[in-house]
């Protein structure tokens, strides 16, 4: 996770609504160590592929998140539309997109157990659109997320939306999650 407020930059990956753990991560894949650096490899090669291929909400093209025989993906942002990460309360979910090179995820609505897991485990930025931006932006659009400034440039469409702010989970974002937040605040003891 990005752990300050640098831009974000990278391609568009776009999805619809809806798109829930089972289909960031099937169960099938639950299998891999996060902690074995050779297995954790497995989450960014099966990131998103329980979305079925006829689904509406697949990016233009149906284009897979990861290519493959690849384990991460050339896409670094997603947009998608409401209900984001919706399902089980699944950590590996925000976990997989990590490891796939996934940097932030924005949409106008997450399921509330994605946006903290997200956030807790210091995975990647759960940006909010105040519209659904999946209907303006395509897949592999050229995009830059201008933290400070709260926006979404698309610069392949030479288009600005204003995203809503971080808020109140800025610092733990910028600390890497809740436990290296609390560690820098002083609530756990150092390593």
């Known amino acids: 996770m990005s752990t300050n407020s640098d831009p974000i930059k990278g391609k568009a990956f776009v999805l619809g609504k809806n798109i829930d753990t089972d289909q960031i991560i099937p169960a099938a894949h639950l299998v891999y160590s996060l902690d074995d650096p050779e297995e954790r490899k497995f989450y960014g090669k099966y990131a ?15 284009v897979q998140l990861t290519k493959e025989g690849e384990t991460e993906s050339e896409f670094r942002i997603i947009v998608a539309s409401d209900n984001f990460g919706c399902g089980s309360s699944r950590e590996h979910a925000p976990a997989c997109l990590e490891i796939a090179g996934i940097k932030a995820i924005v949409t106008p609505s997450y399921a509330r157990i994605f946006y903290r897991n ?13 519209e659904d931006l999946s209907r303006e932006v395509h897949t592999g659009d050229d995009l830059e997320i201008d933290q400070q400034n709260h ?41």
Do not use: C
């Open 48 to 62: 998103l592929s329980g979305v079925p291929v006829a689904e509406s909400g697949l990016p233009q093209g149906n």
């Open 118 to 130: 997200s956030v807790d485990g210091g995975f990647l930025i759960p940006f909010e659109s105040y």
């Open 151 to 191: 926006i979404l440039k698309n610069h392949s469409q030479g288009k600005e939306y204003k995203i809503k702010p971080l808020g109140s989970v800025a610092d733990i974002v910028r600390a890497g999650g809740i436990f290296e937040y609390a560690r820098q605040t002083g609530m756990v003891a150092a390593k």
